[in-house]
């Protein structure tokens, strides 16, 4: 079967390094796997590989869409069968890289992702009633359809929300009874990147504090100035939607920057759901205590076999 190299873990924790360091090594290209750096424009508060890194390696899915487009699971899925099946074609070894669990899981699992198609009237109607600050009663809707879905979905993801309770609308199966999975598409060895919570929490505070030295108010500025809304769902994202009301006077600069390093800790526990520490498919690494050594060896060993 046809070799995928999958590097995983919480927001912060090294990924693109390490994948960047792989890829060199043994003639790879990196497909990216985070949900929110396939936007345009949108560089410094997704943590998007420099200029520079982007081009000593070959990337893959990165400012594809515009961030008022629509994108979905379904959408991603297909690019990223056809990112990995060409460069394999090309006799080189690709690397998943990124923190988003369902584009992660959905690619390396094969998922069957629901069919159904945009009932656009009653996903405005929702998406009304969620801009009217109802949001939270679009999410307990979805607990009482179908829990298992609701479990999986971040409740404020109110594009997730509606999408699943519009699958569950239309259909006769619940959004979750419809994610089947097909057999492996691939040979994957996957690398979960980890460390302690107290370690991860001052990394992505200090990492916060460098984009905002970097101009993260002034991209968000700039996004503004091209016509996005601040309510789009891409503009929802931990970074754009506090300095977005800062900007719109809601709160202060300081209160903004608190805000996004606590939602990023929120994100990353919610990140740990995706990918657990016991799941025997994972081979962690605590980047406190491991070295690359010991991870070149694992993939070395899992190529020559």
């Keep these: 079967m046809n070799k995928l190299i999958a590097i995983i873990g919480p927001t912060g924790i ?87 669990g369902q584009y992660i899981w959905a690619t390396i699992e094969g998922w069957v992702i629901p069919a159904v198609s945009p009932d656009m009237a009653f996903r405005r109607k929702l998406e009304q009633k969620a801009a009217e600050g109802k949001a939270d009663e679009l999410y307990r809707e979805l607990t009482l359809v179908d829990p298992v879905a609701a479990a999986k979905i971040d409740s404020r993801n109110v594009r997730r929300v509606i999408r699943a309770l519009e699958v569950n609308r239309q259909g006769k199966d619940t959004f979750s009874s419809l994610r089947r999975k097909q057999s492996p598409l691939f040979d994957v060895q996957i690398i979960g990147l980890t460390t302690s919570r107290k370690t991860l929490y ?11 030295t970097a101009g993260f108010v002034d991209e968000v500025k700039g996004l503004i100035s091209r016509g996005y809304a601040l309510d789009l769902p891409a503009m929802s994202s931990i970074g754009y939607r506090e300095i977005g009301q800062y900007l719109n006077g809601k709160m202060t600069l300081e ?28 081979h962690w690494f605590d980047m406190e205590q491991s070295r690359f050594s010991e991870i070149e060896q694992l993939v070395a060993e899992w190529i020559k076999d």
Excluded: C
Excluded at 270 to 276: D, L, S
């Design 14 to 100: 090294g990924k693109t390094s390490l994948a960047l360091d792989l890829a060199k090594k043994y003639r790879g290209e990196i497909v990216n796997a985070d949900s929110r750096q396939v936007y345009r424009y949108m560089d410094i508060g997704t943590a998007k590989p420099s200029p520079a890194e982007l081009k000593s390696v070959p990337h893959h899915l990165i400012d594809i869409i515009n961030p008022d487009d629509d994108f979905s699971l379904a959408e991603y899925q297909k690019l990223a069968y056809q990112s990995i099946n060409d460069i394999q074609s090309r006799g080189k070894i690709p690397l998943l890289v990124g923190g988003s």
């Design 202 to 212: 001052a990394r992505v505070d200090a990492r916060v504090d460098v984009m905002f």
């Design 255 to 282: 209160e903004a920057i608190y805000r996004i390093k606590v939602g990023t800790h929120r994100f990353i526990r919610q990140q740990y759901t995706w990918f657990r520490l016991e799941d025997e498919r994972i």
